[in-house]
C-alpha cells in the first residue's frame, strides 16, 4: 500500500462568534497519495475550503480556530507545526491556488516582483534568474507578452489574467501538493485546458493535486479519486469511476442528477431541494436527511458514520447497501 504524501485525521474547525462556536469542519479524515489528483465537491457552505486552508493555518484567527485533529504531512504535522517552520512549506512544498486572486496579489508590487519574491523565498538566487522563471511560468499559463506582463500591476490585468499569475505563483517551485480550489473559475475553457494539462504533467512527474471543485464535469476529467463533503462531513469517498457509476449517498446522488444531459428528453433540470445547513443550527440525525427523499425515522434520530462499503469506497448513509451494484 501506498504511503499517503498527506493525511489528515479527525479535522476539526470551529468559528467563535456572537451567537456561539459553529463547527465548520467536523472530524474530517482523508488522505492524499503520491502523484494523485484528489477531487473534493460539495455545495458552497459545505466546509470543501475552510478544511482546504485550515492545512496551512490560512483561517483567520480570531474567529476561526483548529480545535482538533491532524495533518501529517511527510512526517510532520502540519497543525501543531510553529508558523516559522510553516511558512517554510508554503509555496516551496505545498501551494495553494485560491477562489480570488485579487484578494490574494499585492496591488503595491509589480507581478514580477511577486513572483521573484515566491522563488527567492525558498530558493537563494540572483533576482534576475527568478524573474526569468517567473516569464517562463508566465507563458506556460496563456499569459501573452510575458516581458510586459512582469511589469504590470494586478489592477492592470483581468480577473482571468490574475488568476494564471496566481497559478503561476503556486507552481513555479514545484511543490509536492497544490492545492486547487476552484482554479479556473474565470477562466475560458481552453486556458481551463491548458492549465488542467500543466496540473497533469505536474502529476505525472512528482506533484499531487487536491482539486476543490462544483463542475463535476472537471472532477470527471482530472481526478483519480473524490471526497464528497456535506454539511462539515465527509459523506462518501470512492474511486472516480466507482463514484460516478455506482454512488450510493442519496447526496452524492442528487449531485449527479442535477448535471445537465445533452439529452432531448430531459425537460428540466433536476434540483435539490432546500440548501446546506448552517454550522449554527445543523439538524439531529443525518445532517442531509431534511432534503433526502429516502429518509427514515432513523436518520432523523442517529448520526451515520463514515464506512467502508468495498475496497476504496466509503460512504455515511444507513441504507447505501441497497444502491450498490
Given at each position: ?225 473524490v471526497l464528497v463533503m456535506y454539511a462539515g462531513k465527509i459523506v462518501e469517498e470512492a474511486e472516480i469511476r466507482e463514484l460516478f457509476e455506482n454512488p450510493l449517498h442519496p447526496y452524492t446522488r442528487a449531485l449527479m442528477r ?68
Amino acid at each position: 500500500m501506498t504511503e499517503a504524501l498527506l493525511d489528515i485525521n479527525g479535522l476539526c474547525v470551529e468559528f467563535i462568534t456572537d451567537e456561539g462556536t459553529p463547527r465548520a469542519v467536523d472530524h474530517v479524515s482523508f488522505s492524499v497519495k503520491p502523484n494523485e489528483v484528489l477531487g473534493v465537491v460539495g455545495e458552497s457552505g459545505c466546509g470543501k475550503s475552510v478544511t482546504a486552508m485550515s492545512l496551512l493555518s490560512l483561517i483567520p484567527s480570531p474567529p476561526g480556530r483548529v480545535s482538533a485533529g491532524k495533518a501529517m504531512f511527510q512526517g510532520r504535522d502540519l497543525i501543531a507545526m510553529p508558523h516559522e517552520s510553516l511558512r517554510k512549506i508554503r509555496g516551496k512544498e505545498i501551494s495553494m491556488i485560491f477562489q480570488e486572486p485579487g484578494a490574494c496579489l499585492s496591488p503595491l508590487h509589480r507581478i514580477g516582483d511577486q513572483l521573484a519574491e515566491a522563488v527567492m523565498l525558498h530558493y537563494p538566487m540572483p533576482k534576475q534568474e527568478a524573474l526569468d522563471k517567473g516569464r517562463d511560468w508566465l507563458s506556460k499559463v496563456g499569459i501573452p507578452e510575458p516581458d510586459r506582463m512582469l511589469k504590470a500591476y494586478p489592477f492592470q490585468l483581468s480577473g482571468g489574467m490574475q488568476q494564471r499569475v496566481m497559478i503561476a505563483m503556486a507552481m513555479i517551485n514545484g511543490p509536492s501538493l497544490i492545492i486547487a480550489d476552484e482554479p479556473t473559475t474565470a477562466l475560458d475553457v481552453t486556458i481551463a485546458a491548458q492549465i488542467f494539462d500543466l496540473m497533469r504533467q505536474m502529476r505525472d512527474e512528482k506533484t499531487s493535486v487536491m482539486l476543490i471543485s462544483h463542475d463535476l464535469g472537471v472532477i470527471w476529467e482530472m481526478c483519480d479519486r473524490v471526497l464528497v463533503m456535506y454539511a462539515g462531513k465527509i459523506v462518501e469517498e470512492a474511486e472516480i469511476r466507482e463514484l460516478f457509476e455506482n454512488p450510493l449517498h442519496p447526496y452524492t446522488r442528487a449531485l449527479m442528477r442535477s448535471v445537465p444531459v445533452l439529452d432531448e428528453d430531459q425537460e428540466e433540470l433536476a434540483t435539490i431541494k432546500g440548501q446546506v445547513p448552517s454550522p449554527l443550527n445543523y439538524p439531529p440525525g443525518c445532517r442531509f436527511h431534511d432534503r433526502c427523499p429516502h429518509a427514515a425515522e432513523q436518520c432523523k434520530k442517529e448520526s451515520p458514520e463514515l464506512r467502508t462499503l468495498a475496497p476504496n469506497k466509503k460512504a455515511a448513509c444507513f441504507f447505501a447497501e441497497k444502491w450498490m451494484k
